[in-house]
């Protein structure tokens, strides 16, 4: 057992679990972007700082990956962690000023605009990571990577062809906390990631509900004959 | 195979015999610099001619790595450091040769090959001479250029791998406390206490441990860490060994960038013979330990060399830091404890360990232990490798070494650290070198980049130069970093460009503070000092873009107008022909103009009338 505080309120935690995990269970209000509860998180977005201050010593760190260590004091609102915050957002809001995500939370914390000149080319994607991470963990494919550095880094599929192994189940749409991702169905085909699928209509409602690509992938791993998978849940 | 202090003994002397029963050396350096200036038409062209005379016998011809005088190269010493000669075979090569060959056959001092001063005049016959050469301390670079790196028997001649077998016959502990209180400090960047990460990496839970050498270099323009490993790798490997034995590894990596070939041949030459030789793989001197090594070759990303990073890199990963609140001796490669240190760290072990933790703790400073290698550059009248011992002023590197400043115009900063290091402007030259006062200045001690500028150089520019490269070498996982680093390019940018505007450089001041408090690796933490080191000690500067739309170097071309004074103007001819664009027209002795619709603004008329006549403002 760990005992440290939370602006000020005395808390308890197990060994290894992180400083936000603790917070929000303890009704403290941390914003974030790129934490997931199953996938965890990178520390890329960086909304989630807080100050840890450990006898004089203080250092400003992200909540979703610092280890809660005893006697600690985690400050979520110092001057610090403010201007982190907000610059973190300002910056984004430059990034994606058609996210309606980015503006509601910049607002939130009392950024309203952006001193920078705004990005038109990355659209919504605040380079989270959680699309990739999804697919590659949760759906079991990857399809999806991070190409390049610095400002020209993106989420791509390899080459930025229409990915081979991608199933369309659009997990990585569910997951993407700024709707970036683009995923149509249209006359019983959905586009995504450039990748057409042929989507599968259930035999008892006749509704399209998901590609053959994907149902077949699930038969495959899951030996649940496709017949079956064919049903939509609805009818199930 | 060497098993024993004996065999080792043997084999040092048989090699000093065999080179005793030559009559001359003559060490040409095989480094990367002087191999692109043609040294190796050198090599084979003199021992062609050493052949026609029958002198092969007599005559060893070595090929060394790199002495740090790059720029001078092909360089040539004779025997031990008897006479230096520069430049060798660029104007003609079979005239030089034949040259070369009256001092081989008679030890005639060929006046035209020697180095010459920073005078121009005062021509130096042995290295000993050479003011760039006697400032210096060479311990970790004292074999470079001496050697044959690709040969085993030469470096054990030298007394290589004694360390090893004195090791070996310590306790562990006793080492790591040796390291401890010699008082190294990594050369890589932080400074960190090899010993006490060498502790914790011993002290860490997991099995196997690794041991890594960072051979990343990233620093443009550094060159250090390929010389020592392209003209001394044993000393390298030397020193892992002993560090894999203290901290209880028996698997070392060495990390190269890829445009270091010549490193990665060496090295991989290197470690080979030490295999065969018995001295890498297992039972090391019979002693139960073994030890292997394997060259991972890098991408070349400025951020692989970021701890983390290089770590994923050898894993297969792409090269993006983690967040360290878990260190990686205790978690690092494949999440074992894993050491990491900096080549030229490592190759200060052996000499630690052979001559004692009292005699490095006795050169330095009471925080700063040992010598460090610096890469001297920019407007100094000397440029290459130096070592020197840490403590000494940064006036003495620069005008005693360097032999001061180019043209002898105004001396104005010295940028330290690489590309996240700082500018130190001139009231504080006399201060030491070390980690820590370096860092008090804003900038700090990196690898040992040292870049002189003088009062052409705009500070302002000078901030925006590194900005950019930090920009496209931020790998872009967060968000303050990739984002905000840009940001700030932008606005330097604009106030080089003339645009800048009131209130600019206390945005860049803050915006600079969330990039150093937010971002996740050290990259981003310390991507703002190039401008807050340029802004602390050049505000003025700033503002005059800013405010007066004036470049007080003359070098952002937007705000710089040259123009030829009419009074001083000799018409000596000097500045027309010069001119990349031919815009500067006059007849012999009459006042020359510059038409301002074509000229460029390079400066280049400035820098060569002697007149004093060109002016810009
Ligand atoms: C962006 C970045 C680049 C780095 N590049 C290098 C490098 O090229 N070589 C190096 O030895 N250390 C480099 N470092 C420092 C390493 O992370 C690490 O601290 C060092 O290799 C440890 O060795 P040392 O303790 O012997 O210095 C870099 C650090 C950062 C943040
Ligand atoms: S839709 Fe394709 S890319 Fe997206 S999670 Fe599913 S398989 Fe991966
Ligand atoms: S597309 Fe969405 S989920 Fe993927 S990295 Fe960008 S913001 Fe994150
Ligand atoms: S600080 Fe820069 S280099 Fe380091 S992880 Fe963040 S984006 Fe990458
Ligand atoms: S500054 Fe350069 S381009 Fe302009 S006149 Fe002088 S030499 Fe010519
Ligand atoms: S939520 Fe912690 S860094 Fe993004
Ligand atoms: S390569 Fe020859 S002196 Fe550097």
Redesign the pocket.
């Known amino acids: 057992m760990v005992e440290f505080t939370i602006n000020g309120k005395k808390v308890e935690a197990e060994k290894d679990e992180a400083i936000l995990d603790v917070a929000m269970r303890e009704g403290f209000d941390i914003p974030t972007l790129c934490y997931h509860d199953t996938l965890g998180s990178d520390g890329r977005c960086r909304l989630c700082v807080v100050e840890v201050r450990k006898g004089n010593r203080k250092r400003i760190v992200t909540s979703c990956l610092y280890p809660v260590e005893n006697g600690i004091e985690v400050l979520t609102e110092s001057p610090d962690v403010l201007l982190v915050r907000k610059t973190v957002l300002e910056l984004l809001l430059a990034r994606c000023p058609d996210s309606e995500v980015i503006r509601y939370i910049a607002k939130e914390h009392g950024v309203s605009n952006t001193r920078y000149a705004k990005d038109n080319d990355k659209g919504k994607c605040i380079l989270c990571n959680l699309?990739v991470k999804?697919?590659e963990f949760?759906?079991g494919?990857t399809?999806?990577g991070m190409s390049g550095k610095g400002p020209a880094k993106k989420v791509t599929?390899p080459y930025g062809e229409p990915?081979r192994?991608?199933?369309?189940?659009?997990?990585?749409?569910a997951i993407c906390p700024t709707g970036h991702?683009y995923?149509e169905d249209r006359d019983g085909v959905r586009m995504?990631?450039n990748?057409r699928f042929e989507l599968a209509r259930c035999p008892k409602c006749n509704r399209y509900h998901a590609p053959v690509e994907?149902l077949e992938f699930i038969a495959g791993k899951s030996g649940t004959p496709i017949e079956e998978l064919l049903i939509c849940p609805d009818c199930k | 195979m060497i098993a024993s202090i004996e065999q080792l003994d043997g084999m040092a002397a048989e090699y000093k015999q065999k080179t005793g029963a030559y009559s001359k050396i003559v060490k040409i350096c095989c480094g990367t610099g002087c191999i692109s200036s043609g040294a190796l038409r050198v090599y084979e062209k003199l021992n062609e001619a050493i052949a026609a005379e029958r002198l092969t016998d007599k005559v060893l011809v070595k090929k060394t790595g790199c002495h740090g005088l790059c720029e001078r190269g092909p360089i040539i010493v004779f025997g031990d450091d008897e006479i230096l000669y520069q430049t060798v075979g660029k104007r003609n090569l079979d005239d030089d040769i034949r040259l070369l060959l009256k001092t081989v056959k008679d030890g005639t001092v060929v006046e035209n090959l020697l180095y010459k001063g920073e005078d121009k005049t005062k021509r130096h016959v042995s290295p000993r001479d050479i003011p760039f050469y006697a400032g210096q301390t060479r311990v970790v670079l004292a074999l470079n250029g001496v050697l044959d790196p690709e040969d085993i028997g030469e470096y054990i001649s030298f007394g290589g791998y004694r360390a090893v077998h004195k090791a070996l016959q310590m306790d562990p502990v006793q080492i790591i406390e040796w390291i401890q209180k010699s008082g190294l400090r990594g050369r890589g960047g932080g400074g960190f206490l090899t010993g006490t990460k060498w502790r914790s990496c011993r002290d860490a839970s997991g099995e196997p441990r690794y041991v890594i050498a960072n051979g990343d270099e990233g620093d443009p323009g550094a060159f250090m860490d390929r010389s020592l490993m392209e003209g001394n790798p044993h000393a390298v490997i030397e020193g892992m060994i002993i560090g894999g034995y203290a901290i209880g590894s028996n698997h070392g990596f060495i990390y190269v960038r890829d445009e270091y070939p010549l490193a990665v041949h060496r090295l991989s030459i290197a470690i080979e013979k030490a295999k065969e030789q018995g001295l890498l793989g297992a039972n090391i001197f019979n002693s139960g330990f073994g030890f292997d090594i394997k060259i991972y070759r890098g991408g070349g990303a400025f951020v692989c060399g970021e701890s983390t990073a290089l770590m994923s890199s050898i894993e297969g990963k792409t090269g993006e830091p983690r967040a360290k609140y878990i260190h990686t001796v205790e978690k690092g490669l494949w999440d074992k404890p894993s050491n990491l240190n900096n080549v030229e760290t490592w190759a200060c072990v052996p000499h630690i360990i052979n001559r004692g933790w009292e005699w490095f703790d006795s050169i330095g400073t009471p925080q700063s232990k040992g010598t460090k290698v610096f890469s001297l550059v920019g407007k100094v009248k000397n440029t290459g490798l130096v070592e020197v011992p840490m403590g000494i002023t940064l006036n003495e590197i620069i005008f005693k070494l360097g032999g001061g400043i180019q043209g002898d115009k105004r001396f104005k900063a010295v940028q330290t650290g690489g590309p996240s290091g700082g500018c130190i402007p001139g009231e504080y030259l006399d201060m030491p070198v070390d980690f820590d006062s370096l860092t008090k200045l804003g900038s700090m001690m990196g690898s040992g980049g040292m870049i002189v500028m003088d009062e052409r150089d705009c500070m302002v520019d000078v901030a925006r130069y590194f900005l950019k490269f930090l920009v496209d070498e931020s790998c872009g996982k967060c968000t303050p970093c990739r984002e905000g680093v840009r940001r700030m390019f932008e606005i330097v940018d604009n106030i080089c460009k003339g645009n800048g505007l009131k209130g600019d450089v206390e945005h860049l001041e803050e915006l600079a503070r969330a990039i150093q408090l937010g971002s996740l690796c050290a990259l981003g933490q310390s991507a703002p000092n190039p401008v807050l080191s340029t802004i602390k000690y050049f505000r003025d500067e700033y503002n005059i873009h800013i405010e007066q739309k004036r470049c007080p170097a003359g070098v952002c071309k937007a705000l710089t107008t040259f123009t030829i004074d009419p009074e001083k103007c000799t018409g000596c001819m000097r500045c027309a022909p010069e001119c990349p664009v031919a815009c500067i027209s006059g007849e012999k002795k009459k006042v020359h103009t510059i038409d301002r619709s074509k000229c460029i603004k390079c400066g280049t008329c400035y820098d060569v009338c002697r007149f004093g006549a060109v002016k810009y403002e």
């Open positions: 699309c999804t697919c949760n759906v494919v399809a999806l599929t990915s192994v991608c199933i369309g189940c659009g997990a990585c749409v991702i995923m995504i990631w990748k994907q």
